[in-house]
């Protein structure tokens, strides 16, 4: 067996956070009985090829996404449907949603390599968006073209951090809050005005939301919830409960459906967020990929 840690440089803040992380990880790896090797990625999707690669072996890898949710994702997507290759999160990024679903109290288990390699490996589900993988929750409409647009707005120095999220909402909201999709699940079509879709396997996402608090990432379904077009001041109004997993508060507004897969299609091009990843698309499938990736569980969780 082998380890592999794959280390995104700008996740964890600082440079010197950054330093100290990555002489932490050099550190464990020395310590390990089995093969290292310690990898930083230098551009998009580099985790991605480096995965693939091993995965053309059948030599059994632990791969550690040593960042936040976006150096998950492209660790997922590396090494999605391959039975030989596990995946965990050394969460050192800013939001940290996915671990989330493991309960908010261990999320220090994540920052302990000694718990993640002497973990269990658990086959957990993955959404898949036209070929490509989430892990979490993916999601098309306002929150998706937000999730796009905070990245934008927190490189200005003048703004930054967490303001740039709120910079990004309010921007969006002027843009307007609606979207007409023709949206098919089970089997019905129906063309609609929505707010926004999302579809979750995990629990949390866009830095604490949890929309559907009952998710469970290893049943073989998705939960999705459809937000109706409401107006800003409404949106205003009703946020703060799709964000607290109060859905079933509001049936009037956002119908909830379990199931394993659902379509999206737009006359216009649209954003898709995948676990915070950004794609547009005309038309979109979310489909359930039941236990298609092994995902490593910290000792002791």
């Known amino acids: 067996m082998k380890h592999l840690f794959i280390i995104n440089p700008v996740a964890g803040g600082k440079k010197n956070d950054q330093e100290a992380v990555r002489h932490e990880i050099e550190a464990f790896a020395q310590s390990l009985d089995a093969p290292s090797e310690i990898y930083v990625t230098k551009a998009p999707l580099d985790a991605t090829r480096k995965i693939a690669q091993y995965a053309q072996t059948e030599e059994m890898l632990y791969v550690y996404a040593c960042g936040g949710d976006g150096t998950l994702n492209e660790c997922v ?30 999320a220090d288990k994540f920052r302990d390599l000694s718990a993640l390699s ?107 919830l459809i937000v109706k077009s409401v107006s800003r001041f409404k949106l205003a109004k009703i946020v703060k409960k799709y964000a607290n997993g109060k859905y079933k508060e509001l049936p009037e507004l956002i119908t909830h459906i379990k199931g394993s897969s659902m379509e999206i299609e737009s006359d216009i091009e649209f954003v898709v967020n995948i676990d915070g990843e950004a794609i547009h698309e005309n038309k979109i499938s979310f489909n359930i990929v039941p236990q298609g990736i092994n995902f490593i569980l910290p000792e002791g969780l």
């Open 118 to 224: 002497a973990g269990m490996v658990k086959p957990i589900d993955l959404i898949d968006c036209n070929g490509k993988y989430g892990i979490n929750i993916c999601s098309v409409g306002i929150d998706a073209r937000v999730s796009k647009d905070v990245h934008k707005y927190s490189r200005i120095p003048i703004i930054g951090g967490a303001t740039g999220y709120v910079v990004a909402l309010i921007a969006n909201v002027i843009k307007g809050v609606s979207h007409k999709f023709k949206v098919t699940a089970g089997g019905k079509m129906e063309e609609t005005t929505v707010t926004l879709i999302c579809a979750c396997n995990g629990c949390f996402y866009g830095g604490g939301f949890n929309p559907v608090p009952e998710a469970v990432i290893d049943d073989g379904y998705l939960e999705f």
């Open 77 to 106: 997507n590396g090494a999605a449907l391959h039975k030989h290759i596990a995946v965990t999160q050394y969460a050192i990024g800013t939001g940290n949603d996915f671990i989330k679903s493991f309960g908010e109290e261990n």
